[in-house]
T-cell receptor
Framework: GAGVSQSPSNKVTEKGKDVELRCDPI?????LYWYRQRLGQGLEFLIY????????KSGLPSDRFSAERTGESVSTLTIQRTQQEDSAVYLC?????????????????FGPGTRLTVL | DQQVKQNSPSLSVQEGRISILNCDYT??????FLWYKKYPAEGPTFLIS?????DKNEDGRFTVFLNKSAKHLSLHIVPSQPGDSAVYFC??????????????FGTGTLLAVQP
């Protein structure tokens, strides 16, 4: 398919374990975002990658969270020593990010998410 | 500190009638606003957007209105259809000047369109 894909779709882990979530963006999209959605909440920004620029990590909730992106392709979000409060749906989005500024109509396209449950 | 607020967690509308979903924001630096629709177990799907330099954008049955002075936007769906039943998220773009493009989301409104 041509959309954003994420794996796994569901992940159940024990408290204290590390998890790795994967995102495959739409081919050709230079920008990639990670968000999470806790139960009953809106989507919460985590991290943003744009080309070869330094990522915007301002949304990462703690140093247990990290993410990498290889070029303009796959990204992995890693959560170390998971805690129960990390339970959420983790969503990845990508966009073409052709122009910046107020006239940019850059639209983010989301994957189906990974539901993480920490027991 | 919720910068984007959707104060109605749910809305029920009869098929064929107008659905109006509301969203308020606090940050005057937001320059672009979007509405996303989300079905269970799927990621959000982009619906419609509006730039802060406009006050209305229309796409088929969907119209978004922006009132900058009130820091308020709304999504109108007319006529509403049962397939419109979903959670609707309002989102605002932070990052004027293009430094980043992250979106700030509201908590969503569950729309139920009754046949």
């Amino acid at each position: 398919g041509a959309g954003v894909s994420q794996s796994p779709s569901n992940k159940v882990t024990e408290k204290g374990k590390d998890v790795e979530l994967r995102c495959d963006p739409i081919s050709g999209h230079t920008a990639l975002y990670w968000y999470r959605q806790r139960l009953g909440q809106g989507l919460e920004f985590l991290i943003y990658f744009q080309g070869n620029s330094a990522p915007d990590k301002s949304g990462l909730p703690s140093d247990r969270f990290s993410a990498e992106r290889t070029g303009e392709s796959v990204s992995t979000l890693t959560i170390q020593r998971t805690q129960q409060e990390d339970s959420a749906v983790y969503l990845c989005a990508s966009s073409s990010r052709l122009i910046a500024g107020p006239l940019s109509t850059d639209t983010q396209y989301f994957g189906p998410g990974t539901r993480l449950t920490v027991l | 500190d919720q910068q984007v607020k959707q104060n109605s967690p749910s809305l029920s509308v009869q098929e064929g009638r107008i659905s109006i979903l509301n969203c308020d924001y606090t940050n005057s630096m937001f320059d672009y606003f979007l509405w996303y629709k989300k079905y269970p177990a799927e990621g959000p799907t982009f619906l419609i957007s509006i730039s802060s330099i406009k006050d209305k954008n229309e796409d088929g049955r969907f119209t978004v209105f922006l009132n900058k002075s009130a820091k308020h936007l709304s999504l109108h769906i007319v006529p509403s259809q049962p397939g419109d039943s979903a959670v609707y998220f309002c989102a605002a773009r932070e990052g004027y000047g293009g430094a980043t493009n992250k979106l700030i989301f509201g908590t969503g409104t569950l729309l139920a369109v009754q046949p």
